[in-house]
């Protein structure tokens, strides 16, 4: 007489970090290592990611520096291109190999030598040659992020079940968000005036031992071979990607509202110029902002997580509807709120930014590795990513409308373009039938 084997009871760290989808971990021992893994890979770059961000951190160091200003106006232009365009080009190489998580742990090694590279032009180049050093570091560092993308978004679908790939997500955020917070209470109390070079070096330095870090964890992730496939070069994966926008109605929609939907993600320095226009807000407030910031990540990303593996579809449009509130909000602030108290209320406009970027930005992940076929998930996401990069060469205009105009037009045309994500993200379907199956 046989008996079935009860399976194993989750441990409590487990359950903790995958909730409901604790129990059909627990049975998969290889899954749930994975699991515990990523997050504390993702703990990792997300506080990374904060430490040595393009959007506020590598600004202030330009300016502590002396470099020129025009550099800092190219850094996020730098990030989004440098990271989005080149995947198309590794997609195809990366079908070749049997175990593609090496594609991200060499990524993130190098990723760490460039933060490390940028503290040392920092500290021994003149400003010029440091600023245009920290540029080109950050474009390098750019395009070794966007090939560990489509390791990432290969990988993780292979290690952890569906199901509970949202909350691992979730977690990743709300971790290394809820460092980051840790890290701006500290900046906001501790660093005054407009030349705290040391400070801003330090976070860099840091940045880089946690990009090493996560590439030792993310090599120890258990993946399994794959059968490999044939490699196509560039060109053809390029056809076969514009062949599937033709073909695949879903995968034509989520393009079209992921493109909306970048104006949320790429909207922060935009709104710091409106902040530093009409609080005037400082060098003193990045740890303030730091701070919005990090909360953000940690209260919306276990609700964000939870959700998208119910709809990642309902993310996107509910992410880009907060997208519309912030823009709104920052705009009516000058006129409510009177001057003495205007900073405190910014935070909670960055508050409010951060949540939806969250949103966005776990809401499309999930979508996209929930929704594209096995076979073919890197070309997806590759040919997804590029389509990506090259609608956000289009955004640098933001700076022309900016310098034409004024920061608040820029702020009404990112509001507009988030309600058209809006629109256009209800009209895609489920993930499950985004894609034909095979």
Known sequence: ????????????????????????????????????????????????????????VLPWLLGAIGAPSGIAAMLMPAKQSGSLLPQLMISGWIRTRPRRKWVWVAAGAFQALCLTAMVAAALWLPAASAGWSIAGLLL??????????????????????????????????????????????????????????????????????????????????????????????????????????????????????????????????????????????????????????????????????????????????????????????ALALPALVPEDIRHWAFAGVFLVLGVAVAGVRLGRKTYLADGAPENERPLYIAFSNTAAGIVAIGFMGLGIVTEATSVATTVVVLGGLAGLGFVLSRTMPKASRMAPSG
């Not at 049975?27 to 749930?32: E, L, N, V």
């Not at 290592?33 to 997050?39: D, E, I, Q």
């Not at 993780?156 to 990743?172: D, H, I, Q």
């Not at 968000?177 to 109390?189: E, K, M, N, R, Y």
């Open 1 to 56: 007489m046989t008996t079935d084997t009860p399976a194993p009871a989750p441990s409590k760290l487990i359950h903790l970090l995958a909730g409901d989808a604790a129990d059909a971990l627990a049975a998969q021992p290889k899954a749930t290592r994975a699991y515990l893994l990523n997050v504390a890979n993702g703990a990792c770059t997300k506080l990374a990611e904060k430490l040595a961000g393009p959007d506020l």
């Open 140 to 329: 390098a560092f750019s395009i070794a992020s966007g090939c560990g993308s489509v390791s990432f978004q290969d990988v993780t679908p292979k290690t952890v079940p569906s199901g509970a790939r949202g909350r691992m997500l979730a977690n990743r955020s709300a971790i290394g968000g809820a460092f980051a917070l840790a890290t701006g209470i500290w900046l906001s109390t501790g660093v005054k005036g407009t030349d705290a070079l040391a400070p801003l070096l330090t976070l860099i330095g840091a940045a880089a031992v946690l990009w090493a870090a996560a590439a030792i964890l993310f090599a120890a992730i258990p993946e399994e071979k794959s059968e490999p496939g044939e490699g196509r070069d560039p060109l053809e994966e390029m056809r076969r990607g514009l062949a599937l926008m033709r073909q695949v109605t879903g995968f034509r929609r989520f393009l079209a509202a992921r493109s909306a939907l970048l104006s949320i993600e790429v909207a922060t320095p935009i709104f710091v110029l409106f902040a530093q226009e009409h609080a005037g807000a400082t060098l003193d407030d990045l740890g303030f902002y730091m701070v919005a910031t990090g909360l953000a990540a940690v209260l919306s990303s276990p609700f964000w997580g939870a959700f998208s593996d119910d709809s990642a579809r309902k993310v996107m449009t509910t992410s880009a509807a907060l997208g519309v509130v912030a823009a709104a909000a």
